[in-house]
T-cell receptor, first 113, second 112 residues
Framework: NAGVTQTPKFQVLKTGQSMTLQCAQD?????MSWYRQDPGMGLRLIHY???????DQGEVPNGYNVSRSTTEDFPLRLLSAAPSQTSVYFC????????????FGPGTRLTVL | GENVEQHPSTLSVQEGDSAVIKCTYS??????FPWYKQELGKRPQLIID?????GEKKDQRIAVTLNKTAKHFSLHITETQPEDSAVYFC???????????FGPGTRLSVLP
């Protein structure tokens, strides 16, 4: 098992550009989520999904879109990048939402100039 | 919504001493409380968790206690070692379909 994988590892964007952060898991987990981590802060939930075709907003959803067409993949789209979106993004998955261990991907470090 | 506070924000201990990190939560419906360890530049990894029907759980040098009445839970690390140095996050969740809310983290430094 590769676990949770994320691509790219690093990305630099200019303000206004759009891009998609990829997340995939091969553990047949129903629950997947996206977090952002800013310096000195905990992880804040952006969006989550309890299964294919079902997504919901977390604490900080503005400026981000998600979709879940398959169990394995949960991409995060930045519609028009802003400097405030500079952060480290983590994808996570678990067999069920709670209570269950969340497995985190290695993260994507995004810089928006 | 849920709010999780965590104290202290930084903690320095001598190798071999104990470390205690405390978290409080606001939503009485929360029923799952994990603790994650994050080393510099790495992903968060679960070290221990506790469910609302349990008051205490121990795994070797790590233990977690939960007081549902007071709405707080604590991480205890005994016989600390330099490799315990990391940022520790607590979190709370209320159940199926509900998201996790993380505390702001505690940076633990174990001094040799």
């Amino acid at each position: 098992n590769a676990g949770v994988t994320q691509t790219p590892k690093f990305q630099v964007l200019k303000t206004g550009q759009s891009m998609t952060l990829q997340c995939a898991q091969d553990m047949n987990h129903e629950y997947m989520s996206w977090y952002r981590q800013d310096p000195g802060m905990g992880l804040r939930l952006i969006h989550y999904s309890v299964g294919a075709g079902i997504t919901d907003q977390g604490e900080v959803p503005n400026g981000y879109n998600v979709s879940r067409s398959t169990t394995e993949d949960f991409p995060l789209r930045l519609l028009s990048a802003a400097p405030s979106q500079t952060s480290v993004y983590f994808c996570a998955s678990s067999y069920q939402p709670s209570p269950d261990t969340q497995y985190f991907g290695p993260g994507t470090r995004l810089t928006v100039l | 919504g849920e709010n999780v506070e965590q104290h202290p924000s930084t903690l320095s201990v001598q190798e071999g001493d104990s470390a205690v990190i405390k978290c409080t939560y606001s939503d009485s419906a929360s029923n799952y409380f994990p603790w994650y360890k994050q080393e510099l530049g790495k992903r968060p990894q679960l070290i221990i968790d506790i469910r609302s029907n349990v008051g205490e759980k121990k795994d070797q040098r790590i233990a977690v206690t939960l007081n549902k009445t007071a709405k707080h839970f604590s991480l205890h690390i005994t016989e600390t070692q330099p490799e315990d140095s990391a940022v520790y996050f607590c979190a709370a969740s209320r159940g199926y379909g509900q998201n996790f809310v993380f505390g702001p983290g505690t940076r633990l430094s174990v001094l040799p």
